[in-house]
């Protein structure tokens, strides 16, 4: 093990002021009521003196604009605390992403975190993990276990939430109309996002006057998205509602609408997930008519939470980042300062 024995207080502390949702270390009961039309709070996080340790961090490919910025908060907070990160790229596979963890075992680090792929299928290696007295802190996305104990806690977006939110504008938005042909883009097929993304958009669109018609994986990416959107107006041509659960499937949305002859945000409608710097732009523009926030910047309260739990600190069980949802007029005003 390349655990060394630091106690708390004798961590040197950086501030670091996270830009918009994600900054703050937030409550671990959300709040429902989306905070539109208000920036989400920014404090500071203090980034711990963590020169003395190794972390492992597994990340899941680079599938989207989000997981780029995401990559990149990790790094540079990593850089910020001065520790050493181990980073790996799982391309999408789980296989990967359990190897990963495997070999940060055998190298002894001190602490592991990732984002899982999917939410099954980590019992295992996550029992190595414990047995070898390695903490694991999750970051994004959930797994799903019976088995206790497998990790200190979880940081990450409420993705039902999300889902919720996006429902809200869409039944407010469609207020008035008899029928509405959806089509869903979903996200990798069993990971946290797709599951909870979907269960949250039904849980409140329920009016019968809603026919999700068609609802596929795009994997995520922008070409899944196009991809998929080729094959749904192909198939049906009467669609009132895309809702896509991230900005890249939802931008190649907008690349077959566009080539099938039709406008994007006015002749269907486009809902997405994560409010990345083109998704903005996009609403920002009138292609996509709304986006619910999912913040990619994760790595100062990441390297928070690692410096408490390798302090033996008590951290808590999950921790929720705070977000928000954009209109179009909120993007306009947004894109200046965005960070990602
Ligand atoms: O887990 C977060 C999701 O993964 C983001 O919404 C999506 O863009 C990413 O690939």
Redesign the pocket.
């Known amino acids: 093990m390349l655990k060394k024995t630091v106690m708390a207080s004798a961590f040197a502390l950086t501030l670091v002021t996270a830009g918009t949702a994600g900054g703050a270390l937030a409550s671990t009961t959300p709040d429902d009521s989306a905070p539109a039309g208000s920036d989400a709070a920014a404090a500071p996080i203090e980034i711990p003196d963590l020169s003395d340790y190794t972390i492992g961090f597994a990340q899941v490919g680079a599938?989207?604009g989000?997981?780029t910025a995401n990559t990149q908060s990790i790094q540079d907070a990593a850089e910020t605390a001065g520790v050493e990160l181990l980073f790996t790229d799982a391309q999408g596979r789980q296989e990967a992403q359990v190897e990963s963890i495997r070999g940060f075992i055998e190298q002894g680090v001190d602490l592991i975190a990732f984002?899982p792929i999917v939410e099954t299928g980590w019992d295992a290696v996550l029992i190595e993990a414990r047995d070898a007295g390695i903490p694991v802190i999750l970051t994004?996305?959930a797994i799903d276990s019976e088995e206790e104990g497998l990790y200190e806690t979880f940081l990450g977006s409420d993705f039902v939430r999300e889902g919720e939110w996006a429902g809200d504008w869409v039944n407010e938005h469609f207020a008035d109309a008899d029928h509405v042909n959806v089509v869903e883009l979903q996200?990798t097929t069993g990971s946290a996002?797709a599951l909870d993304r979907a269960e949250g958009f039904r849980t409140v669109v329920t009016d019968e006057k809603f026919e999700i018609i068609a609802s596929q994986t795009g994997e995520?990416t922008r070409e899944g998205g196009k991809r998929v959107m080729e094959a749904f107006l192909q198939a049906h041509p009467e669609i009132d509602l895309v809702y896509a659960h991230?900005d890249?499937m939802g931008l190649g949305a907008i690349e077959a609408i566009e080539a099938a002859g039709l406008v994007p945000g006015e002749d269907i409608v486009i809902v997405t997930?994560?409010a990345v710097h083109d998704g903005m732009q996009a609403l920002a523009d009138g292609k996509i008519n709304f986006i619910v926030e999912?913040s990619p910047l994760l790595g100062p309260q990441l390297m928070d939470l690692a410096g408490r739990v390798l302090a033996g600190e008590e951290v808590p069980e999950r921790v929720v980042t705070e977000e928000r949802t954009f209109t179009q007029d909120e993007a306009i005003e947004a894109l200046p300062d965005r960070q990602y």
């Open positions: 599938e989207s989000w997981r984002s994004d996305r996200g996002p995520f991230n890249d997930v994560d999912c």
